[in-house]
């Protein structure tokens, strides 16, 4: 049972370049979310999945895409990455938006 | 806009001795409040969970109180031991979303 995994765990970008991180979870739960950290910021939330079909913009979406492809993973993505996303982003999840949420162990993206 | 702060910023305390961390929310309808623990470098680990309708929750050496109607919760942590140096976030949840306060970090010195 690995919770929830992260991949990749470090990333370098150049401005404009595009990627994917990606996220799975083991645990049979129907809501999956995107955080970014950030200092001085805290954790702020880019998208949301409550179940499986159902994507929704959270605090801070632009710039980013998200597809939720099966029950297990959801994916974000960077068109084309600016310096401002430097950054280190967390997936959650959770059984219901009324159960405690579980993370990843992060992706440190920087971008150049 | 729920803003929720954690005072006070940095804490460090002698192995044995409690804890007292505390956590302010503006918004008192929230849905639950949840307390991680994150180590530099790594992951959030989820603590424990207080529905709005609870008081407190209780897990070994935690002990988390949630007063909703003045927007406050307190995480003590007995007999702190030099392992449970770490930073410790209080989150609410509203609607969809956690909010994030921005973390205690304590140290507990053997």
């Known amino acids: 049972n690995a919770g929830v995994t992260q991949t990749p765990k470090f990333q370098v970008l150049k401005t404009g370049q595009s990627m994917t991180l990606q996220c799975a979870q083991d645990m049979n739960h129907n809501s999956m979310y995107w955080y970014r950290q950030d200092p001085g910021m805290g954790l702020r939330l880019i998208y949301y999945?409550?179940?499986?079909?159902?994507?929704d913009k959270g605090e801070v979406p632009n710039g980013y895409n998200v597809s939720r492809l099966n029950k297990r993973e959801f994916s974000l993505r960077l068109e084309s990455a600016a310096p401002s996303q430097t950054s280190v982003y967390f997936c959650?999840?959770?059984?219901?938006?009324?159960?405690?949420?579980?993370f990843g162990p992060g992706t440190r993206l920087t971008v150049l | 806009k729920q803003e929720v702060t954690q005072i006070p910023a940095a804490l460090s305390v002698p192995e044995g001795e409690n804890l007292v961390l505390n956590c302010s929310f503006t918004?008192?309808?929230?849905?639950?409040l949840q307390w991680f623990r994150q180590d530099p470098g790594k992951g959030l680990t989820s603590l424990l969970l207080i529905q709005s309708s609870q008081r407190e929750q209780t897990s070994g050496r935690l002990n988390a109180s949630l007063d909703k109607s003045s927007g406050r919760s307190t995480l003590y942590i007995a007999a702190s031991q030099p392992g449970d140096s770490a930073t410790y976030l209080c989150?609410?949840?509203?609607?969809?979303?956690?909010?994030f306060g921005a973390g205690t970090t304590v140290t507990v010195r053997a």
């Open positions: 959650a999840s959770s059984k219901s938006r009324d159960n405690e949420q579980f």
């Open positions: 999945s409550a179940s499986e079909g159902t994507t």
């Open positions: 989150a609410v949840r509203d609607d969809y979303k956690l909010s």
């Open positions: 918004d008192s309808a929230i849905y639950n």
